[in-house]
């Protein structure tokens, strides 16, 4: 059975660093593209970026780029999504989905993140 | 970036009683479409790709179809658990850009 689990809600005051995870299992892991995407309070699903985990290649949605960090460790068949400085508006819940040829097929629970001073 | 518009916004629509679901791309996404559903406090959930397929599990009351720039959402008869909101979602290239959502309220 296809599964991704992240990682527990959040709550962090504005300028802390968070990295939140995404661990797939039942498929081969290296083999499908990881997408993040967040939903703001109330508000609709934005696409924020992907990464291959068999090589690591990334692409960012121009909103995220530069505001967060995509990352992977296939070893341990994770997907991470990291702020090295948060802000109040990064308050969402973050989903992480399989992507299979670009449609996201299997999706992760959510992690909520809530940023406050 | 291919802007996607949803319409309507919401849809009232009395159990069994059809809804149908716009979709409109600003420039082609040939038929590289999808449909999510979402209720409170789930995670989305596929329901087609590839704009008229159905994904593993979903009923065939949820039918797709369109390519290019203009796609539609039919659900044929609601039910109580079809009463949520619908996204689009293109594909075709980066970034992948989603609709602003439909939402299906009962009537």
């Known amino acids: 059975e296809v599964q991704l689990v992240q990682s527990g809600a959040e709550v962090k005051k504005p300028g802390e660093s968070l990295k939140v995870s995404c661990k797939g299992s039942g498929y081969i892991f290296s083999n499908y593209w990881i997408a993040w995407v967040r939903q703001m309070p109330g508000k609709g699903l934005e696409w924020m970026g992907n990464?291959?985990?068999?090589?690591?290649?990334?692409k960012y949605s121009l909103s995220f780029e530069g505001q967060v960090t995509i990352s992977v460790d296939k070893s341990i068949s994770t997907a991470y999504l990291q702020w090295s400085s948060l802000k109040a508006s990064d308050t969402a819940m973050y989903y992480c989905?399989?992507?299979?040829?670009?449609?996201?097929?299997?999706w992760g629970q959510g992690t909520l993140v809530t940023v406050s001073p | 970036e291919k802007v996607l518009t949803q319409s309507p916004a919401t849809l009232s629509v009395s159990p069994g009683g059809r809804a149908t679901l716009s979709c409109r791309a600003s420039q082609s996404v040939s038929d590289n479409l999808a449909w999510y559903q979402q209720k409170p406090g789930q995670p989305p959930r596929l329901l087609i790709y590839g704009a008229s397929t159905r994904a593993i599990g979903v009923p065939a009351r949820f039918s797709g179809s369109g390519s290019g720039t203009e796609f539609t959402l039919t659900i044929s008869s609601l039910q109580s658990e079809d009463f949520a909101i619908y996204y689009c979602?293109?594909?075709?290239?980066?970034?992948?850009?989603f609709g602003q959502g439909t939402k299906v309220e009962i009537k």
């Open positions: 979602q293109q594909y075709s290239n980066w970034p992948q850009t």
């Open positions: 989905a399989r992507s299979e040829s670009g449609a996201l097929d299997y």
């Open positions: 990464i291959y985990p068999g090589d690591s290649f990334t």
